[in-house]
Each structure stands twice: as C-alpha cells, then as structure tokens.
C-alpha cells in the first residue's frame, strides 16, 4: 500500500528537533493525498481494509501527541533555568559556607574550616596552588568539633604568595596510626555568578562553586 510510505517517513521524524512539527504535517498531508487516491482508484469488489488505515492514523496522533509532549517539556526547562538564574542573583553579596577544600587567597590571606571524624594524634595541613604545587606544609589540630585554619598566603620559605585559588588537605591518624576522616569547608561573601556553563555557578571571589556545595547562607552581618 502506497501510503505505508508516508507512514514510513513519519517514523523517522526526530520529534526532539525543531523541524518535527513541520515534518509531521508534510507527512500526514502525503499520506492523506495517498490514502484519497488509492480509495478513489479501489477495486469495488476487493475494497481496502479500513483497520489499516486508522491504525496508521493513530499513530500519526501519538507522534503528533509526543511533539507537543516535547515542546511543554522544553519551556517547563526554560522556566527553570531562568529560576535557577534568578536564585544564584539572589546570593550575590551573602556569606555562604561551602563544603570545598579550595579558598581564595585575598589580600595575603585565605581561611578554611575543617572536622576530624574522631580525635587523633597528629594531624598535617598541605596546601596546594592550582596547579596542584604543594606551596606549605604544617601542623593542624588533632581535637574533634570545627576548627579553623587561616593562612597568610606565605609558603614554608615565608615567600608570600600571589592571590587566587589555593586547596587544603587534612591528613590525621590516630594511635594506632590509623587514619582519621577529616571534612574541609570555606566560608565567604559571594562577589557573583557565571551562566556560561550549563547551570549558574556561585564565585567567592575566583572560586567557582555549584548549589550542591552550599551548607548555609547567611545575611552579612547576621540580619
């Protein structure tokens, strides 16, 4: 049957591109033109069976559902993109803590925050610049609960170091010389967003941090 072919090319219809609709209503116009043809031109003692036609027409109807399917689902993902813009602007100029191990160095100084699992007996504290250069090396607090670790930005030469982005590594083993857990987060004032990726990202400054890093936004100021 002749428009089995347009039945055909309607199954290759991409329904994600912007042409679907387009190619939808080219096909159904062949397949009706064919459909009218071929019933014009039946032989009146073996008509055509009429089930295939209307199947062929639903599933016109389902590509034809599933495009629009498509289009809502594609403005409900515009709508949230522009929330998602809308909330990172709303965190300019907050305090964020972050759970990250990167902080900038501003100004000859750069502060973290970190927590052992358990207590421990020695505890090391390497910082690293973005190049991944380990640039110090001391001591940390082997006690549980937060602790807080500021940096003057100066190596273990007491060279002092340019600003930008530096990362922290706590290392702390107990007794028995088993290692002790140990989380880092940064706290400061988010100076803006970047929408050049695929969601807004938060800056603290030249550091780049997603929604999923944030542990708590508070008024400057404690308003």
Request: no cysteine; aromatic share 6%.
């Amino acid at each position: 049957m002749a428009a089995i072919t347009a039945i055909g090319q309607l199954q290759n219809v991409n329904t994600n591109s912007p042409q679907a609709a387009t190619g939808l209503a080219d096909n159904f116009d062949t397949f009706l033109t064919l459909l009218t043809t071929q019933l014009q031109n039946q032989d009146p003692l073996s008509p055509l069976d009429s089930t295939e036609f209307v199947g062929q027409l639903v599933q016109f109807s389902s590509v034809e559902q599933q495009i629009a399917q498509n289009k809502n689902l594609e403005s409900i993902v515009a709508l949230n993109q522009v929330s998602s813009s809308t909330s990172a602007v709303s965190f300019i100029g907050k305090e964020v803590s972050l759970s990250t191990a990167t902080a900038p160095l501003t100004e000859g100084q750069a502060r973290w925050s970190y927590a052992l699992d358990r207590a421990a007996t020695e505890s090391t504290i390497v910082i690293s610049d973005a190049s991944g250069k380990v640039v110090y090396e001391g001591a940390g607090a082997t006690s549980t609960g937060l602790q807080e670790f500021v940096w003057d930005g100066r190596d273990n030469a007491q060279e002092q170091l340019p600003d930008g982005a530096y990362t922290i590594q706590v290392s702390a083993t107990d007794s028995a010389g088993n290692a002790v857990g140990a989380s880092t987060s940064v706290t400061g004032i988010i100076t803006g967003v970047d929408f050049a990726g695929s969601e807004p990202a938060l800056l603290m400054g030249n550091i780049r941090a997603s929604f999923m890093d944030i542990l708590s936004v508070r008024q400057v100021g404690g308003v």
